[in-house]
């Protein structure tokens, strides 16, 4: 048979007990967990239409109609993909604002690119500078909205300038 531990009193100068022992002051008390950078499924903002998936259904809308002008005429290929790209763009950008603004995501980039391209592209279709104004002026749009964008996710969701 083989040892059983058991456990065995500490006793102190005459038979008694020995006090408990103090936390040493050198140990550092537990601190309390960082915020975490990876955003839960349950946090997530709702839309106002909250049970139905609206911006989900517009963007498998946004793809069915996009295969759909894969296997168009040439005719109809054009107006088929514009819709189906603009209706895959406004759902995400509905889902992409949300979630920014609520400081759920960020989502600074995307963001940024959304603004420099509403700048750069009718600038280039109207006014047509040459290619490098065009390019330097969206990067400078870029660049600024960018950082607003990121420090309007720092304020919302309490210090941090990312999450995924």
């Known amino acids: 048979m083989g040892r ?81 790209l603009g209706v895959v763009t406004l759902a995400t950008l509905e889902l992409s604002i949300r979630e920014h603004l609520a400081g759920y995501r960020s989502h600074s980039a995307l963001l940024a690119a959304i603004g420099a391209m509403l700048v750069a592209v009718p600038l280039a279709a109207f006014v047509r500078p040459d290619k490098g104004v065009v390019l330097i002026i969206a990067a400078v749009v870029f660049l600024l909205v960018f950082q607003l964008m990121r420090e309007l996710f720092r304020r919302r969701s309490g210090g941090m300038s990312w999450r995924a």
Do not use: M, Y
Not at 37 to 66: D, N
């Open 4 to 84: 059983r531990s058991r456990k065995r009193s500490v006793t102190g100068a005459g038979g008694a007990a020995a006090p408990p022992r103090e936390p040493a002051a050198d140990v550092a008390p537990p601190r309390a967990a960082p915020a975490s950078r990876r955003a839960r499924l349950g946090e997530a903002p709702q839309p106002p239409w909250a049970p139905f998936p609206l911006t989900e259904i517009c963007i498998l809308i946004g793809l069915v109609v996009l295969g759909f002008a894969f296997f168009a005429g040439s005719s109809a290929r054009v107006p088929l993909i514009v819709f189906g």
